[in-house]
């Protein structure tokens, strides 16, 4: 396939490496030092294009590429508030577009993983529980989009929990949760690709659930692999559709 990558930082490049490896050619690299090139023109020399920009610049992204007609995977996250409207826009358009909060395989796993624990500990309310999520400085939105699918898993499969809030650490605000919230604690430290973990506590014991990402190499892989999947489709779709 002729790959056009909008955005170009680390991940950006190990995205790349994989393209090639697999046999694709990267037809269009968009960073933030070139954002003119990212034309109507220059998107229709795509079959498909792979989004790992910023949440500023998601959104526009995706709206240019609706209107080429060029099919997208989207890795950045911080864009979800606008999920149902971009569906409807690609429904109605007769566009193609998979987004996901983590393509890594193993993740995902730990998505399924996540919910059935949450169905599990239904019959054990003296488990509070909470979400916590570790990542690197430059990671510009918290909670990061795994940790709010996680939260989200927990919310649907767990009758106690209604919805989730998020705190950053190292900030001046301290939340202090209700009974039927979910806390996700946010934490940014140098290095670390994305650390997940599901913590289950009581008087008595503690059960946690973790996945270490040991670099962003699983993440680039994944999708590379979720625009291959893509290939002749229309539609809206999640990366969990690849896992089904």
């Not at 949440?55 to 609706?66: E, G, L």
């Not at 566009?95 to 399924?112: A, E, Q």
């Not at 059935?116 to 916590?132: G, H, R, S």
Request: charged share 20%; proline share 2%; glycine share 6%.
């Amino acid at each position: 396939m002729k790959i056009a990558l909008l955005g170009y930082g680390k991940m950006g490049q190990i995205i790349e490496k994989f393209a090639v490896e697999r046999g694709h050619e990267i037809v269009l690299k968009i960073s933030i030092d070139n954002t003119e090139d990212l034309t109507l023109q220059n998107l229709k020399s795509a079959d498909v294009a792979i989004d790992f920009s910023t949440p500023d610049s998601v959104m526009n992204n995706i709206n240019i590429c609706f209107d080429a007609g060029l099919p997208i995977v989207v890795g950045t996250t911080g864009w979800y508030g606008k999920l149902q409207e971009v569906k409807n826009a690609c429904n109605i358009s007769n566009n193609t577009l998979l987004y996901g909060s983590n393509f890594s395989i193993g993740v995902n796993l730990f998505f399924k993983l996540n919910q059935q624990l949450a169905k599990l500990m239904n019959n054990y309310p003296a488990y509070e529980v909470q979400v916590e999520e570790i990542h690197h400085t430059q990671k510009l939105d918290a909670p990061s989009g795994t940790a709010i699918t996680l939260a989200e898993g927990i919310v649907e499969h767990l009758d106690r929990k209604q919805e989730w809030l998020n705190e950053v650490i190292g900030t001046d605000v301290e939340l202090f949760p209700k009974a039927d919230q979910l806390l996700i604690e946010s934490h940014r430290i140098e290095n670390i690709p994305g650390t997940h973990t599901v913590i289950y506590s009581s008087e008595v014991d503690e059960i946690e659930i973790k996945h270490t990402a040991h670099s962003r190499a699983g993440f680039a892989l994944g999708a590379v692999v979720a625009a291959e999947w893509l290939k002749d489709k229309k539609g809206f779709f999640n990366i969990t559709d690849i896992f089904e």
